[in-house]
């Protein structure tokens, strides 16, 4: 059984930086792999995701966030740079071994989730 678990959330001044670790166990994480984030009531956002050798970002991360992966640890990270107050929310992993590149940024695509990180960006 596949389980992902987010670490490296926190509380960050603006402008600070954070760095989340999504560990996957039951299976390499060395196919389709992606960052989330949602605040409450709303649906979940894409951050950052990864598949093969497409790697692609929200608008609102470009310059400032970067995903990358250690298949050999089973482990994806999304480093954060110049964080916003607004970035206050909770960050999920998500991954899926039978996901096609046109569907990165879509929630509803992906078949496993872990329980998500909190980040808390203060001005």
């Known amino acids: 059984q596949v389980q992902l678990v987010e670490s490296g959330g926190g509380l960050v001044s603006t402008g600070g930086s954070l760095r989340l670790s999504c560990k996957a166990s039951?299976?390499?994480?060395?196919?389709?792999v992606a960052w989330f984030r949602q605040r409450s009531g709303s649906e979940r956002e894409f951050v950052a995701g990864i598949k093969g050798s497409t790697t692609a970002y929200a608008d609102s991360g470009k310059g400032r966030f970067t995903l990358s992966r250690d298949s050999g640890k089973s482990t994806a990270y999304l480093q954060m740079n110049n964080l916003k107050t607004e970035e206050t929310v909770v960050y999920y992993c998500?991954?899926?071994?039978?996901?096609?590149?046109?569907?990165?940024?879509?929630?509803?695509?992906?078949?496993?989730w872990g329980q998500g990180t909190q980040v808390s960006v203060y001005s």
């Open positions: 039951g299976r390499a994480l060395n196919y389709a």
């Open positions: 998500a991954a899926d071994w039978n996901l096609v590149t046109s569907s990165l940024r879509l929630p509803y695509q992906y078949d496993y």
